[in-house]
């Protein structure tokens, strides 16, 4: 392949400049979707998302849009290589109403990391290369394609992703993060920084089952997409969007499977699903109720079902003793033994603004309680200030029927 046939992108800032140097030198024919689609995007009053260079080869699918299916193959899953599966549902801007009738354009490297196009493939085709798929969303916002783990950028750190383009019906075109893999080498502490996160976290953990390589990947229409109206959000806000990975954190477990030990619930748990209650009251009475229950229901359930973790923020972070130690944790220790805590754990931050705990799940002080359900270690549910009804808990627990 010739030199000027590799098209790297090493950085998102990289896009606008190469959109602007293209554009003047490139006119672009779709397939039968561009006349429809290109008088659709004159309509669209409001340009979202900025810059994107390459995103105009969305229109270049067969068959037209209103063809496409949820899941598509990629021209590469039958050659050599790590076979994937990846998979997720689209989400409204609201982050619960699945969005239908979305389209998806993907395309990435070769197994050598090169964006290798086939003979005769002109415009974006020979930019982005033959491994190219397009979907449209279902009625349950679902989409599926199946395809080989990329390649690397040859002698680069860069690592190995998928890039990703949406298309709602009345908007234009937009890119959103890349896929990464969560095990990449070169998806280091700093390049995870990097991440933009448009459309939500685009690092998938793959699972082999059966030779093949699972990632699911959920995505958020207009999370963090620049110039999109989104609705007006009211009451207080706090905690990790939906769909975002839960760090690490090192709390003291008071009660459960380690108590009397600093354990990262997710780094050790993540794996499986559960509750996390973020609670900023001194009056820990409030969480009676709902601790009773709860230890029920692991108990029903059973822990690889369900595990739920109250982390205690210690709004009265001043009240030590003498020995530095904080009188809340020996009050806390013996609450937890009274109401007889065997499975869920209470666990013990610093303050509200420990930002080595609260602040990496992005917990607002000023919240009473923020609760998620994670699954797979991402948020899959969350709730700001819930009441402690048995309402409120069955809201909760309907995300593990």
């Known amino acids: 392949m010739e030199s000027d046939d590799i098209y790297i992108y090493k950085s998102k800032e990289m896009k606008s400049l190469f959109f602007l140097l293209i554009i003047s030198s490139f006119s672009f024919t779709g397939c039968g979707q561009n006349n429809n689609s290109n008088n659709q995007k004159q309509k669209n009053k409001t340009h979202i998302g900025g810059p994107c260079e390459g995103c105009e080869a969305i229109y270049q699918q067969t068959p037209s849009f209103d063809k496409l299916s949820w899941i598509d193959t990629l021209p590469d899953f039958n050659e050599d290589g790590p076979k994937m599966v990846i998979s997720g549902v689209i989400y409204k801007a609201d982050g619960i109403t699945p969005a239908p009738n979305?389209?998806?354009?993907?395309?990435?490297?070769?197994?050598?990391?090169?964006?290798?196009?086939?003979?005769?493939?002109?415009?974006?085709?020979?930019?982005?290369?033959?491994?190219?798929?397009?979907?449209?969303t279902n009625a349950k916002g679902e989409y599926r394609f199946y395809t080989l783990k990329p390649g690397h950028y040859p002698g680069t750190n860069v690592p190995a992703h998928i890039?990703?383009?949406?298309?709602?019906?009345?908007?234009?075109?937009?890119?959103?993060?890349?896929?990464?893999?969560?095990?990449?080498?070169?998806?280091?502490?700093?390049?995870?920084?990097?991440?933009?996160?448009?459309?939500?976290?685009?690092?998938?953990?793959?699972e082999e089952k059966d030779g093949?390589?699972?990632?699911?990947?959920?995505?958020?229409?207009?999370?963090?997409?620049?110039?999109?109206?989104?609705?007006?959000?009211?009451?207080?806000?706090?905690?990790?969007?939906?769909?975002?990975?839960?760090?690490?954190?090192?709390?003291?477990?008071?009660?459960?499977?380690?108590?009397g030990k600093h354990v990262c619930p997710m780094c050790k748990y993540g794996y499986g699903q559960g509750i996390m209650i973020w609670?900023?009251?001194?009056?820990?009475?409030?969480?009676?109720?709902?601790?009773?229950?709860?230890?029920?229901?692991?108990?029903?359930?059973?822990?690889?079902?369900?595990?739920?973790?109250?982390?205690?923020?210690?709004?009265?972070?001043?009240?030590?003793?003498?020995?530095?130690?904080?009188?809340?944790?020996?009050?806390?220790?013996?609450?937890?033994?009274?109401?007889?805590?065997?499975?869920?754990?209470?666990?013990?931050?610093?303050?509200?603004?420990?930002?080595?705990?609260?602040?990496?799940?992005?917990?607002?002080?000023?919240a009473e309680n923020t609760v998620f359900v994670y699954k797979k270690r991402k948020i899959a549910a969350k709730w700001v200030n819930v009441d402690y009804s048995d309402e409120s808990l069955k809201s909760i627990l309907k995300n593990f029927d």
């Open 279 to 366: 609670f900023n009251d001194t009056h820990i009475d409030k969480l009676k109720h709902y601790a009773s229950i709860l230890e029920g229901e692991m108990e029903h359930r059973g822990e690889k079902s369900l595990r739920v973790f109250i982390i205690y923020m210690n709004p009265d972070y001043n009240s030590n003793d003498a020995t530095g130690r904080n009188i809340l944790q020996g009050k806390l220790k013996k609450w937890c033994d009274e109401q007889n805590l065997k499975k869920v754990a209470l666990l013990w931050v610093p303050s509200p603004v420990d930002e080595e705990n609260c602040g990496v799940f992005k917990i607002n002080p000023k």
């Open 163 to 206: 890039h990703p383009i949406l298309k709602e019906p009345d908007k234009n075109e937009y890119y959103i993060d890349e896929y990464l893999f969560d095990d990449d080498k070169f998806l280091t502490t700093a390049e995870r920084k990097k991440q933009q996160l448009y459309g939500g976290n685009g690092i998938m953990n793959l």
């Open 212 to 259: 093949l390589l699972y990632g699911e990947r959920d995505i958020y229409l207009g999370r963090n997409i620049p110039d999109y109206p989104l609705p007006k959000i009211t009451g207080i806000q706090s905690g990790l969007e939906l769909g975002d990975n839960c760090p690490a954190i090192d709390p003291l477990h008071l009660s459960g499977a380690d108590a």
């Open 102 to 136: 979305i389209i998806l354009y993907v395309y990435h490297t070769d197994q050598t990391g090169h964006y290798s196009p086939k003979e005769g493939q002109t415009g974006w085709a020979r930019r982005h290369g033959y491994i190219r798929g397009w979907m449209k």
